[in-house]
Nanobody, 124 residues
Framework: QVQLVESGGGLVQAGGSLRLSCAAS????????MGWFRQAPGKERTFVAI????????YYADSVKGRFTISRDNANNAVYLQMNSLKPEDTAVYYC?????????????????WGQGTQVTVSS
């Protein structure tokens, strides 16, 4: 069982930066592949970034590649999403998710545990 709590969202101007954090409970955090997803109003939840259990392999959606960085701290049961050069189209609720699969890919259904989400709003 893993419980996830996101924080760090807020309102920022275009071109600005935010750092999202996801605090995880549970002693087996390091066994999970972690992902960040986002959902804009009226749209489906979509993949943003994922990181493997050790933190040495990451994948990004094309729309955020070069601007966002995912990282994790297994000693402190946390995963982060550093978001730079934010655009209005990045506005969404951002969710942290955990999968017991080594390669869950981009589909939300492959992630077992989810946080409650944190709102990110980018103004133009």
């Amino acid at each position: 069982q893993v419980q996830l709590v996101e924080s760090g969202g807020g309102l920022v101007q275009a071109g600005g930066s935010l750092r999202l954090s996801c605090a995880a409970s549970g002693r087996t955090f390091s066994a999970y592949t972690m992902g960040w997803f986002r959902q804009a109003p009226g749209k489906e939840r979509t993949f943003v970034a994922i990181i493997n259990w050790s933190g040495d392999t990451t994948y990004y959606a094309d729309s955020v590649k070069g601007r966002f960085t995912i990282s994790r701290d297994n000693a402190n049961n946390a995963v982060y999403l550093q978001m730079n050069s934010l655009k209005p189209e990045d506005t969404a609720v951002y969710y942290c998710a955990a999968s017991p699969l080594a390669t869950p890919g981009y589909e939300p259904r492959r992630y077992t545990y989810w946080g409650q989400g944190t709102q990110v709003t980018v103004s133009s």
